[in-house]
Each structure stands twice: as structure tokens, then as C-alpha cells.
């Protein structure tokens, strides 16, 4: 179970390389996320209102081939692991070519914490949002 | 009155033409606004924990000449008008040239209104911050 | 005739105030003229390809209301003016509500000169690009 | 032998969390290294002047605390090793608390290549640069 997202690579993107600047590549995890969470008929937005935040502690991300403005790409959203503490996500981004076939471009990970919204320190998401936990858990446990 | 602020162009600041994005001259405006509140003895993290922000309402920019990677530039910020309600500021970017002489790249103007920072709706700053109000005011009648 | 332009919130794309930033409108905007120029069975990419480049003159953006994270906002951009030396854009931007109405956030405007792409100097887009230039010309006597 | 930069965080940096998105650290690294650079007497532009770029193959980040809105950063960077063919960097990114002292907030580490600036393929940096290349690499041995 992943989600799929897609990018159309933006000007303000490129910078004078001619490519799109590396920082953008956790923008587009991000992007990723958000919709990898509203699979499980939630997002981001509600669970910061419910009062948890989640902010990254780890970022790595390698990459290939550099993407070019107006490139269509495709970013792949997994779950890789989830504790009660904390959350992490795999990504791929590929270039779509004119043919329909895929070019790999990068790929990376992030981890991330659960914290309170309002103190910013650690909260266990298990109790705080048992069903949105429970269904995130039941699916990394099948499709990983 | 105004506020003098040094920023040098960053690598991702610069697009696939080889110029720094003009999108970047907005948040030049905006480093140059938190230097001038400082100059009166605040800072906007104070206002906004004072329950008052400033959202924008109105942008111009004008580019007459591209700024460069690695590119030394002086942003200059003036308060032009302030009532209760909004505020105006106006810019200028000048390159700052190896000679030390300055050349314009870009002037700019910003309209903010004053809203309280739950409920986003319009507040008065001359009741809500009435020091600062004064102080502020104050300056511009006499430097304008 | 215009380009419809879709996009989304980004989690990065928003600021403290917990609303995009409003430096992101101009980028919106681009997005919106790369769509416009597709419309024409060319693109910026191919354009710069050719050797001429539209950077920005003048920028204006007017903001009614805040754009929040995760909303879907519709783009809409025409150009309202062109000559051989410069080009003009107009932009609204407005939020999809849930229930399928539009409520207008933003509206604006940019100003483009002709240049070549190596030299950066003025360059006449009526002679560079004949076809192109007729094509829109014709485009904006008929639909402005 | 490593460059201290000084950044200070700006309010489009922040996201909805209240904090500097962790998109910019990538960014800061590499104004960062733009300023390691420069103690070896050249620049970045100059570089590609040359005809030689860096391109991103690896980023890591790990973030301890969260950097707020108008908090004063220092960057560290340090060239961790470096062979004809890639290069890779350390940094640190601290806060200067009121009070002088500092908190580390985020460190990292990238690896780039070395490419031609019209091919994109890589290049070797030993030959292309060889003056730059000794500085550098007994800076590395020597400091390291």
C-alpha cells in the first residue's frame, strides 16, 4: 500500500544548475505524505487539530539523475515502520517519460516523531489516535 | 528611518535563467521588515505573542536588474503610512558592487493589515500595542 | 481564453501564521503561465530552447484571504496585453470549497520583457518567434 | 579548517508548526559550503565559471531541536573527504542563545560529484582544477 503523487517540476524549482535544486526533493516527500495519510481516510490537518504533530528527526535521500522543469514525476509514499513514538516513510521519486515509462530519480526516507501540538514534546500515538494507529499498523504489517 | 539589511544570494535562491527568482524579493522584504520592527525596540515574534500579526493585503515589486549568485545585496525598509488598521512599507535591493558603489535591482511596496492572531479578524494596533503604535508613528511624521 | 491551473497546499508552502505564505503566489502564478504557454502547442522550455527568455518586470499581487494548508486552489490565467518588447499576465486564484463553489483569495498580475537568453538584453519576440507571437496575439484580440 | 556562517531565520522559512521547515537546513548547508569555499580563495561561481558543478548524490540530516522564527543560527561545514571524482561535507547547524552559548540544533552531511557544467558527466576534479584540488585536499588532511 502506497500512495502516488504527482509533480510537475516548477521554474522556482530549477535553480542555475539548470535542475531542480536538491532541497526540493523533502518538499515532494512531504507532498507524499499527505497523501499517503489521506488513504486512511484522514489527514494531516486533523491530526494536528486532534493535537499531534510530527515533526522529521531523520532525512536521507540519494539521488540519480536530476529532474528538469516541466519533467512529470511520480512520488511513491510508503510506511516502512511505526512504534507507538514514532513513524517512518520511504520514498521514490521517477521521472515520467513522454513514452509512459519510468526514469528513477531519487530515492529517500524520513522518520519522524509524535509530539504534543502545544508542548512539542513527545506523545504516544498509539493513545492519542488508536484507530488512525491501528489501521496505519495493519497495513505496514501486509504490504511492507 | 529605515532599516538596513545585508543578504547574499543563495545557490537555491537562483532559477535555470541564472538570476536569483523573483519570488525571493518578497522575502527579502520581509527579512527587511523584521529588521526595521527591531529598530523600535520590538520584534514581530513579540507582536504576534501579543496575540496581533500582520498578514499581507497588497504586493508590488519592480525589477529592473537581475541579482546573481553569491550576489551582495543591501535591502532598505521604510515605514510610508500607518493608521490603526494597516501599515505600508517600501523597498529598495540594491546590489552591492566590489567598488562598494550600489546599483537598484529591484524596489517594492507591501500593504498589511493589523488582525488578532485566533480569530485572523481585523484589530486596532493603535488600542492593541499602544506604545509601539506611537513610537512607530512618531517616525514616520518626522522621517518620512 | 485562460489556463485552468490545479494545485494543492503544501505543508512547506505554509508559514506561522498557519497560511501560505504569500511569496508563494508568484510561483503559483508561474505555474499558471506554464500552462498558459501549453495552451499554445509550445512551452517555456522549448521557448528558452529557442533563446528567448520573459523575465519579470513588474508584479502585483492583492490578497483577500488566506490559503490554507491541504486546499485545493484553482488558477486561472490570461494574458492581457503583448507586444514585440514585453508581455502581461493576469491571475486570479481562488479555493475549491467542498461543496464544488470558489471563493477568490487572490488576484494579480505580472509583466514580462523579451530577452535573449544569452546576452539578456531586449530581443523582439514578433521577429524571434513569428509564429508564436501571432498565435497569441490573435488569442488575446479575440478572448480578452 | 571549517566556515562558520550566520543565518537568521526568516519568517517564510516557519511552517503551520511554528517552526523553520526542515526543507531549509539542505539550503543552509549550502550557503554553508558556499562560504567554505571561499577560504580557499575561489568561489562557487567561479567553479562553474570553469565548467565545472557539484551536483547533490547523498543528503543526510538529523534534527535534535526545532529552530524558531528569528532565532540566529551558525553553520559550521567541513570538508570531510574528498577524491578526484567526489566530495563530501559535515556541517552543523547551532543556535546562539541570548546568553553566547549554543545549542546544537540539526547536523548533517553531503556527498556530491563532480560533473561538466554543458554534459552533466562527471568530470575529474584533480585535473579540471589541480591548483584548487591540492588546496583542498591538504586542507582535508591537515584539519580534518
Known amino acids: 500500500m502506497h500512495a502516488k503523487t504527482y509533480v510537475t517540476v516548477r521554474y522556482a524549482e530549477t535553480d542555475r ?18 497523501d499517503f495519510i ?62 509512459g515509462t519510468e526514469t528513477e530519480l531519487c530515492y529517500g526516507s524520513t522518520e519522524h516523531g509524535f509530539v504534543d501540538a502545544k508542548t512539542f514534546r513527545p506523545c504516544n500515538a498509539k493513545k492519542r489516535m488508536p484507530e488512525l494507529y491501528d489501521k496505519m499498523n495493519r497495513n505496514i504489517k501486509i504490504f511492507d
Not at 536538491?22 to 512531504?30: G, R, S, V
Not at 522529521?56 to 512520488?75: C, F, G
Open 38 to 99: 489521506k488513504l486512511f481516510g484522514t489527514s494531516y490537518s486533523e491530526m494536528e487539530a486532534e493535537g499531534m504533530m510530527t515533526p522529521l528527526r531523520n532525512l536521507s535521500a540519494h539521488y540519480l539523475l536530476p529532474a528538469l522543469y516541466e519533467d512529470k514525476l511520480i512520488i511513491r509514499t510508503w510506511c516502512t515502520n511505526m512504534t507507538a513514538a514514532r513513524i517512518e516513510f520511504s520514498y521514490t521519486v521517477k521521472r515520467i517519460n513522454p513514452d
Open 17 to 34: 544548475m539548470g535542475v531542480a535544486h536538491h532541497a526540493n526533493y523533502p518538499i515532494w516527500f512531504e507532498v507524499g505524505r499527505t
